[in-house]
């Protein structure tokens, strides 16, 4: 009978013992050939790391409890993109140039310049874990950019006439969920903080709105995602006077409820929101391809952020008092700066034409 290549337990496992970076490490199989598999599968990952898709899971089970559950989802998506991609390919296997042509790949498909810095942040992430596990020496994404001059979501505030409207609308509380609109102009909150919204939320002798949670429809249910997770989202709102007195006094809970008195649901959401643009104007009647009308919601909650970041602007705050209000990176608060700067100069230039033109015309 020929002697076995490796020790036979008396379990009946074939066993190899091999040291390894000054460690001995135990190879265990059913068979000689299961031993020397185990040991070349391990020579392999000490050489060149573990599988991206292994290194790139266990990066997304400890951050998905850091993280609030609209990120959670995003960088979700994310994870899956570039496991597709690189899921088979051992961390040592991945160039510099690997990641590039991926990212300049996934910008060639018209995605804006904030989804490419999110595909290539959860990218750098999971390059960086697998750092930390000594599954790489150096990140190879290390050095990885996203192109200039991508193109950016459109951020388009009221216009006058349609503030005008939430204005009249809230003082004399006409229309259906005033409230709302009211709010969301002289606060900038997103949807989800609204609708997390509670009456003890509100200090009216600090005069402040503390905006600590916020409701997620990610999963199509309600979600409360808690913003002691987020660096940015844990603020105080100035209550400006205009929402103080619209308020309701001395009442507690949530501001916004559904029919059955918790969280709304998202056919109550969008079934509310609807209506209110009606009540105020802010829907639009369209003509589609067959010449038939259609009803249109183009003004969006988010539009009411962006009207109260021109508050901001008007009222002389810089961008990093108005980020701090916003719950947002002065970065961005910048690039929108930069935007009502630009309307503005135009509209000055449109003032000064408008007076020649009349000038000429006497």
């Not at 309701?248 to 501001?255: K, S, T, V």
Request: charged letters at 30%.
């Amino acid at each position: 009978m020929a002697k076995s290549k490796y020790y036979k337990r008396p379990d009946g496992l074939f066993e190899a013992i091999r040291t390894v970076d000054g460690k001995r490490v135990a190879f265990r199989g059913k068979t000689c050939r299961e031993v020397d598999r185990k040991i070349l599968e391990y020579n392999q990952i000490s050489q060149q790391g573990r599988l991206f898709s292994v290194v790139a899971d266990e990066w997304e089970r400890e951050h998905e409890t850091e993280v609030t559950e609209s990120t959670r989802r995003v960088y979700s998506y994310a994870v899956k993109r570039l496991k597709a991609e690189f899921g088979r390919k051992h961390m040592g296997e991945i160039e510099p140039l690997d990641i590039k042509n991926y990212i300049r790949r996934f910008e060639a498909k018209g995605m804006c310049a904030g989804t490419v810095q999110i595909e290539l942040a959860v990218c750098k992430m999971i390059c960086d874990h697998a750092v930390i596990q000594k599954d790489l020496r150096v990140s190879p994404a290390a050095e990885i950019r996203k192109s200039r001059g991508l193109p950016t979501k459109k951020r388009e505030a009221l216009t006058e006439e349609q503030e005008e409207a939430v204005k009249a609308a809230g003082a004399a509380q006409a229309a259906h969920w005033w409230l709302f609109g009211y709010l969301l102009l002289y606060t900038g909150m997103r949807r989800g903080e609204a609708l997390a919204l509670t009456y003890q939320d509100i200090d009216r002798k600090r005069r402040v709105i503390t905006v600590n949670k916020k409701v997620s429809y990610a999963t199509g249910r309600a979600v409360l995602d808690d913003f002691l997770k987020s660096e940015n989202g844990l603020r105080e709102i100035p209550l400006l006077p205009p929402l103080a007195d619209a308020l309701p006094r001395d009442r507690l809970g949530l501001i916004f409820t559904g029919k059955d008195g918790g969280y709304m649901k998202p056919s109550e959401i969008q079934s509310s929101w609807r209506r209110y643009c009606r009540d105020i104007g802010l829907n639009e009647v369209v003509y589609d391809d067959n010449g038939k009308t259609v009803e249109t919601f183009p003004i969006t909650p988010h539009c009411f952020r962006h009207s109260f970041a021109t508050i901001c602007y008007e009222a002389g705050l810089d961008p990093r008092q108005a980020a701090s209000i916003l719950g947002d990176t002065p970065e961005v608060m910048e690039g929108v700066y930069t935007h009502l700067r630009a309307g503005k100069r135009q509209t000055a230039a449109e003032k000064l034409i408008a007076h020649f033109e009349k000038m000429e015309a006497m």
